[in-house]
């Protein structure tokens, strides 16, 4: 009789335990399921807003007339039954975005991302009645901007889809949304989502479209293209024109580059834009497929390539969108060294230094991107010979001037004296 009532008390407690437990436990999935909605109250209702996040290679701007981004927003059923039976679920004016070209965006790396929040796309709606009403948003994939002359735009739209559950609750005086949940169908990519996302406009965490942009300038003449040109000038009066300076070119595709080609088409122009394309400059050099059936040089993204350019010459990179990295090394350490000349540089007319032959010097542009005015490296090797005697050749004009006045000047002082020593005697 004793082991039976300590045998119920034991079932008593592990009971309780179970049922707190589960008290527990359902409180923490509420917790979650509250934080994945949006809430409302009477006079209040739940509010739902899009992000909108665009990426741009750094360097790229927003276009004069701006970037509108739409999203549809679909009925799907009302209460179970889908929404052209039911005939009574109300149509919801698409959602935009803008981006105007005073927005600031925030760079990281090599990336400009630009976020902006929709007003809240459920309000002034009017439901008919209390229920459960479903929509899917997804983002339109065209029509985002007006082209700009002289540029070849490629916008990647979002194709991420969500589904939008709304629960609107009969109030005292009228109904209100009560709770706004959404599902994420698929990511922006395409491909299948999952989970929930909380729609509540600030949060900045629900539901996002993310869309890439990227612009490339629109000229198909090397001679008119100005997106990336590496330039070559011989200077001194003892310069050769004929003398070739081997310049290490690297090319490097942008991230957020969709281009499915890693390559690019690089010429060599001379004075008066004359193709000049040979294997002087490269031994590699492609004869099909050119502009206008002209050779070219064909640089794979991430990759050095020594190009031989003489004086005049100039190395255009063709199709490299804004954003694109790039460096050029002036390479008057190269073997033999050229150590007479003494190399400068400019890149878009702003001095990058200098670097001399016979110190086994390079002259590097660093890190640098394609600009939307145009990427000009100018580089400038000045032949600065020196004779045995320690005479700058360069400088023999000048040296020579002032020993014939040193001489003038002597011979002055010496006719001088002669004429006071006569004149005493």
């Known amino acids: 009789m004793f082991e039976r009532k300590i045998s119920k008390r034991k079932s008593g407690r592990t009971l309780l335990t179970i049922v707190l437990a589960l008290a527990l436990c359902l409180g923490s999935f509420t917790a979650v399921f509250a934080a994945d909605v949006s809430s409302g109250t009477e006079g209040n209702s739940a509010k739902a807003a899009i992000t909108k996040i665009l990426k741009m290679p750094k360097g790229t701007t927003i276009p004069e007339n701006g970037f509108t981004f ?60 209390p229920g459960v009403y479903i929509y899917e948003i997804t983002e339109q994939q065209t029509g985002a901007f007006t082209p700009t002359s002289g540029w070849t735009e490629n916008m990647v739209y979002s194709k991420a889809k ?16 009560e709770t706004i949940a959404v599902d994420v169908e698929k990511k922006d990519d395409g491909t299948d989502g999952k989970g929930k996302v909380d729609p509540t406009p600030g949060t900045g965490k629900g539901m996002v479209f993310t869309n890439t942009y990227t612009k490339t300038q629109n000229q198909p003449d090397p001679a008119q293209n100005s997106s990336l040109n590496i330039g070559m000038t011989a200077a001194g009066d003892y310069a050769d024109p004929n003398q070739y300076f081997p310049v290490d070119v690297t090319v490097t595709k942008s991230a957020l580059d969709t281009n499915t080609s890693s390559t690019y088409k690089a010429y060599v122009l001379g004075a008066g834009n004359s193709y000049d394309t040979s294997s002087d400059n490269y031994a590699g050099i492609e004869s099909n497929g050119g502009y206008d059936g002209k050779p070219y040089i064909n640089l794979a993204s991430d990759q050095k390539y020594t190009i031989n350019l003489k004086h005049d010459q100039r190395l255009v990179v063709m199709d490299t969108p804004v954003g694109t990295a790039w460096t050029a090394v002036d390479k008057l350490d190269s073997d033999p060294p050229l150590n007479n000349y003494i190399a400068s540089g400019t890149i878009n007319s ?22 939307e005015t145009g990427s000009i490296a100018a580089f400038t090797n000045t032949y600065d010979i020196t004779s045995p005697t320690g005479i700058i050749i360069n400088n023999l004009p000048y040296i020579g001037l002032i020993v014939l006045a040193l001489g003038a000047l002597a011979v002055f002082i010496a006719f001088k004296s002669r004429k006071r020593g006569r004149t005493y005697n």
């Open 162 to 177: 969500y589904t939008v559950t709304i629960v609107v609750k009969k109030g005292t005086s009228a109904s209100f949304i």
């Open 70 to 129: 739409t999203f549809d927003i679909d009925p799907v059923k009302v209460d179970g039954v889908a929404a052209a039976i039911a005939g009574n679920m109300p149509a919801i004016t698409d959602g935009t975005v803008t981006f105007t070209k005073s927005d600031s965006g925030d760079d990281a790396a090599d990336v400009t991302t630009y976020t902006k929040e929709s007003s809240d796309i459920f309000s002034g709606v009017t439901f008919p009645h």
């Open 350 to 371: 702003v001095t990058i230094g200098t670097a001399t032959g016979s110190k086994g010097d390079a002259l590097s542009t660093g890190d640098q991107k394609v600009l």
